[in-house]
């Protein structure tokens, strides 16, 4: 029987294709690292051009949703009393006064008071007549433009038969 002999290539030529294959990785890398440093520059501009672009259609989208709710700002501006608006909440007051729809108002305080969620000025209204006339006065109270909140309510009863009813309020400002 006769054993056939592989033939095997010389150690040498397998030594210099394993040192061939390193050298052409090695190259490779060192080209792949010198190209490097170009392509984050090219990622870190087209990153921060995509930035760009989305905060200028995020700004576009917020500028449009805010020209939609101009009417409804508008509505709120009016309700709250800031420094001009305040000459006019005192002329509601007084027309309401006239009208004898309320008997008198005072400001609780000598300006605006400030809490944590808002700013406002505390102010006492009094009204005086029968139910019919307290419960026009309240109307009349709740149709002005102003935002405000109640914050006290006692009503008493006079001797005569008529009430006396003071309603504190808290009218919000701007500040």
Do not use: C
């Not at 294959?21 to 190259?27: D, G, Q, R, S, Y």
């Not at 990153?47 to 905060?55: D, F, S, T």
């Not at 709710?69 to 509601?92: C, N, S």
């Not at 026009?136 to 935002?147: H, P, W, Y």
């Amino acid at each position: 029987m006769k054993i056939n002999k592989i033939k095997t290539s010389p150690f040498w030529l397998k030594i210099a294709s394993i040192h061939l294959v390193n050298l052409t990785l090695l190259l490779l890398t060192l080209v792949l690292l010198g190209k490097l440093p170009q392509k984050a520059q090219i990622m870190r501009q087209l990153r921060n051009q995509k930035i760009a672009q989305e905060e200028k259609t995020s700004i576009e989208v917020l500028e449009a949703e805010l020209l939609a709710l101009d009417p409804q700002i508008e509505m709120l501006e009016k309700a709250f009393v800031g420094d001009q608006d305040f000459l006019r909440f005192v002329e509601t007051m007084d027309e309401l006064k006239s009208r004898g729809l309320i008997a008198d108002y005072e400001p609780l305080s000598g300006g605006v008071v400030r809490s944590k969620r808002s700013s406002g000025l505390p102010v006492e209204l009094t009204l005086v007549g029968d139910a019919g006339q307290i419960s026009q006065g309240l109307s009349a109270i709740s149709e002005i433009t102003f935002l405000f909140k109640p914050v006290t309510f006692e009503m008493q009863k006079t001797e005569d038969g008529n009430y006396n009813l003071n309603y504190g309020i808290f009218v919000y400002t701007y500040e």
